[in-house]
């Protein structure tokens, strides 16, 4: 049950010379145990894993390992654009104590089905961990054909997808598209915040969530009305987030957790370079949308 | 004049693990001084600057600075997702000899504009070197509004940029765009092989090619034709390339280089994983389309 229920993903508080801020990161994972999500998802994109060294990932595994001390599970995210990068993150990931593994097909040169297919067999190769596809085309710029994802299935340690949720009720369409192409038991999850919740009505089991990294409370409450079918729920409580989908549909829901941790006090860290913190008047929007969360 | 005319890219040979060969290199390299390339685009998109540490950079500039004795400009691509990482390895490539930099807004986490005018700005400041704006959406996910462009163009060193060509005749509009632009004097030239010829023909003053760092005999032909405005030679020698750009739009001109390199025995040298060598029939159809330009 690795890759079920809502698994919160933390962003990777680091200087702006890449060194992850172990006691800022160690506060945020923290607060994610106590609130018991049902996984943390380390080095995710939200956790910047594509812009921190290979020392540094490991740092971060190392520090979140003993924050949680077995007592949530820890997913963490180990792509990189090389093949043999990849396996030795996933190498690290499994030394360093990770339960679990997220993968993206990376890319510079737009890679081809193959190409995909032979990565993630040589990642799910090098480790004994169960491992998650992250199809995630809007940073990755692949996309997963359902014939790849059933390829990919087939291979015994690969268990999980992490997919993109459309908004209700497309999303429906898609989650029977999924279930139709994978095998039984197949955990099929979603991302994308501001349509999660509905993903999970629609039948994922699984919601991959950036909010929940920062505040995993409200998000708890979301996902818990979701898994129990409760649609009415889900919509009272969705419309506290709305401010906050906004933002991050507007503004990117990397640049908005940002600002929200610093505003929070929860890190003094920037993401790193090219990409920019939020501008004062945006990193207010952000703290009042944040607000409207005390209600839920 | 750097930006002007007939730019090289060779690929960079390397073994599984990432470490250039710096004999097969050193191979390639020398072939284009030889032949009279304008310039070397050492470490492009074509020369998998992407999947390279930083020593293994360093190494390959060394080798091509020995190669070209300085009697042939060399550019070298800079490109990193962190601007810290951009701006130590253009620094790099000023220590090791480059004569100019070519650096494109590589992403993960999708970029604003802002903070690709930043990127730029910080990376133009690391060196004295002239740059070039390395436009190509097609790998980098980030696309050039004019309004950048022109921005970027008042940053004192940069001076160029490298534009993917449209076919022609959609390629004088364009070109007519960017002429309006951009400053006098502000190099603009093109990629994507087949159509590059046509777009010197409109106005443009460089070729970024593929082809030429393998074979720039016939790529010098194509260009001089261009320069010269003679459409009618141009319209020839095209032709004899067409079943190689037919390649490369099928296949992409990166794994058809790959191939063909080893097919003409300069090396024995697969891309990087997750790229994949081509199957033994493309290889065979990549070695017909080259021996259709003996006749160039």
Sequence with gaps: MLFH?????????????????????????????TAGVDS???LGSTGSYMYLSRAERRRAIEAAVDCLRGETPLIVGVGALRTDDARTFAHDAQAAGADG??????SYTPLTDEEVFQHFAAVAAATDLPLCIYNNP??????????????????????????PALPSPD????????QSTLPEG?????????????????????????VAGLLPEPALKLMRAAQAGDAAEVQRI????EPLWALFRELSSYRVVYAAANGMGLCRADPPRPMLPLP???QQRVMQAIAALDQV
Excluded at 6 to 28: M, Q
């Design 5 to 33: 229920g809502l698994s919160a993903f933390p962003i990777t508080p680091a200087d702006e010379r890449g060194r992850v801020n172990i006691g800022e990161l160690a506060g945020l994972v923290e607060r994610l145990g």
């Design 40 to 42: 943390v998802g380390l």
């Design 101 to 106: 593994l997220l993968l993206a097909p990376v």
């Design 138 to 163: 809007g940073t990755t710029h692949f996309s997963f054909s359902n014939a790849l994802l059933r390829r990919l299935a087939d291979i015994a340690r690969i268990v999980a997808v992490k997919y």
């Design 171 to 178: 999303v429906k369409t898609l989650h029977g598209e999924l």
């Design 186 to 210: 197949f955990a099929i999850g979603y991302s994308g915040d501001w349509n999660a919740a509905g993903a999970v009505l629609a039948g994922g089991v699984t919601w991959y969530s950036v």
């Design 238 to 241: 969705n419309g506290h987030f």
């Design 280 to 282: 004062a008047g945006d």
